[in-house]
């Protein structure tokens, strides 16, 4: 793939400080983009904006909490201080509420759509100005959690279909206004997911509750996913257990609800 793919383009990241957020800010840059980082931990992603700068790289540093109107739209305003215009914006944060649904509270429903659905419309909302002027391109990550919903995270799951709805209307308004929208869906893929709490807390010795011989690393989901982006796709599942369950449950439910009902409850989601 060539490393100007996205030479003289913008690519707005939320959820940059780790993860599959990291990775995309990595394989942008790599490709020539101009990434600008926004997460909650602004030291991480000022030593991530130095990495990527020290491989010759340009990376712009910002704090910003999606679930805190304003913030998104300040992150907008020092892009353009900076002289940048967002050609692309990828909502990606997010974390995941676990458990039983007699064991959560609204609160924990309420926590996880603030988060995985309204700071992505806020996300997208402050960049929508730039994106549309430019005729670039609407990135909503997923899950494979919103095409088939499991015990013990429906509070994840819910909030996954409601950005899959989103990122399907959002196709047919922007077309005419040359935006393409891409909705990633991943499997499981190595990042701290796993390792916040139902409060959005980080625990860092939590151990990685999917097994290794599953898990696909956020470097080379990442490139499926920039890839993705390129070529303007509506929609890519990534890795090759989420494409799988996903034609299974499409095409054979029943498979799934019978493993479901047969096997111990999930209690991680699916990412």
């Known amino acids: 793939m060539s490393r100007t793919a996205f030479a003289g383009r913008t690519v707005l990241i939320t959820g940059a400080s780790s993860g599959i957020g990291a990775a995309l800010a990595r394989e942008f840059a790599a490709q020539g983009a101009v990434v600008v980082l926004a997460a909650r931990r602004l030291e991480r992603l000022e030593t991530l904006a130095a990495e990527i700068r020290s491989a010759g790289g340009q990376a712009l540093a910002c704090c910003c909490d999606i679930t ?35 064991k959560l509270t609204l609160a924990d429903y309420q926590c996880q759509f603030d988060t995985n659905v309204f700071g992505v419309l806020r996300t997208i909302q402050a960049a929508l100005g730039d994106v549309r002027a430019r005729r670039g391109s609407v990135v909503i990550i997923g899950s494979i959690s919103g095409h088939i ?24 308004e922007l077309r005419r206004h040359g935006v393409s929208v891409t909705l990633i869906s991943p499997g499981f893929v190595a990042s701290e997911l796993r390792q916040i709490d139902n409060a959005g807390r980080w625990h860092a010795h939590a151990p990685e509750t999917v097994p290794p011989w599953l898990l696909v690393s956020a470097a080379r989901a990442a ?8 070529r303007r796709q509506r929609e890519r599942v990534v890795t090759g257990h989420g494409r799988c369950l996903v034609w299974i449950y499409r095409h054979a439910p029943w498979l799934v609800n019978a493993a479901v009902r047969l096997g111990r409850p999930v209690r991680r989601a699916v990412r």
């Open 149 to 172: 919903s499991l015990p013990g995270i429906s509070a994840y799951s819910m909030s996954k279909f409601a950005v899959r709805a989103l990122a399907h209307a959002l196709r047919s």
């Open 223 to 230: 490139r499926t996913m920039v890839r993705a982006v390129r």
């Open 68 to 102: 805190r109107a304003g913030d998104p739209e300040r992150v907008i305003d020092q892009a353009h201080a900076a002289g940048l215009s967002v050609d692309i914006v990828v909502a990606n944060a997010g974390f995941a509420v676990a458990g039983r649904f007699e």
